[in-house]
């Protein structure tokens, strides 16, 4: 069995380092693939704590038998909180999971219902917040309308009369304003706010997304009507470090 789990273990480093170097060299391949490098980067994870696990039991057993203990007790107090959260708010609730940010541009993924809707893109974590230049705090945020009539506000319904009439704003973001869900290409676009697209490009120069009017166009009309008919819709934002809850 020892064997068998170092064979194994042996075989994902060799599968993540390989990875690595064609990402170094063809990043346009990995674009192409990249939920099964997340499933690969979660196995990773969970093979490494599993390591660091086994080596806790054998330096120090009685230790390790509290700490799973008190562990055990937090992870189902925490799993309990998430399921009260979940079960008392009746509306439609959208995931956003960051899991990669080169210095300029955040690319996550949005899920309705724990199912990938589309690519989203944000600008850079910054630790003190530079105006038009940085992404939004982790968090959980209500999606209303904003309902005045500002200059972007009349851009976008001259752009797409047929559809658009009032912004998709997150409510109450900490250290920032006019926070919306719109379409765009690059991280120049967002200025904050969060853009969605089908189709996603990283590259060695810049990270950027195509058919993002029809993509956002579709989640428009989702949630709009979401919002006309009264259902409450909100979006959780998690940092990169979500994948940690993979083990």
Not at 3 to 15: D, P, S, Y
Request: aromatic letters at 12%; a positive charge.
């Amino acid at each position: 069995m020892k064997i068998t789990n170092r064979f194994l273990l042996l075989v994902l480093i060799a599968g993540a380092t390989f990875l690595l170097i064609l990402f170094a060299v063809r990043p346009d391949l990995i674009s192409n693939i990249w939920l099964w490098f997340v499933g690969l980067a979660g196995v990773i994870v969970k093979t490494f704590q599993w390591l660091a696990d086994y080596f806790k039991k054998l330096l120090n057993p009685a230790q390790e038998n509290k700490s799973a203990t008190a562990g055990s007790s937090a992870k189902a107090t925490k799993l309990q909180e998430t399921v009260t959260e979940e079960n008392t708010f009746e509306g439609l609730t959208l995931y956003l999971l960051r899991y990669y940010d080169d210095g300029e541009t955040t690319v996550g993924l949005l899920l309705t219902g724990h199912k990938f809707y589309c690519y989203t893109l944000e600008d850079t974590f910054h630790q003190e917040k530079i105006a038009g230049e940085t992404r939004i705090p982790a968090g959980t945020y209500a999606i209303r309308f904003r309902k005045e009539e500002t200059p972007f506000t009349k851009t976008m319904r001259q752009r797409y009369p047929e559809w658009f009439t009032w912004h998709l704003q997150l409510q109450n973001v900490p250290g920032f304003s006019s926070i919306y869900i719109h379409n765009g290409g690059d991280h120049a676009d967002t200025e904050g706010c969060i853009l969605v697209s089908d189709r996603l490009t990283i590259g060695r120069g810049n990270t950027t997304l195509t058919h993002s009017r029809e993509t956002f166009k579709r989640l428009y009309g989702w949630l709009s009507e979401k919002l006309y008919n009264n259902i409450p819709v909100r979006i959780v934002v998690k940092d990169e470090n979500w994948m940690n809850n993979l083990k």
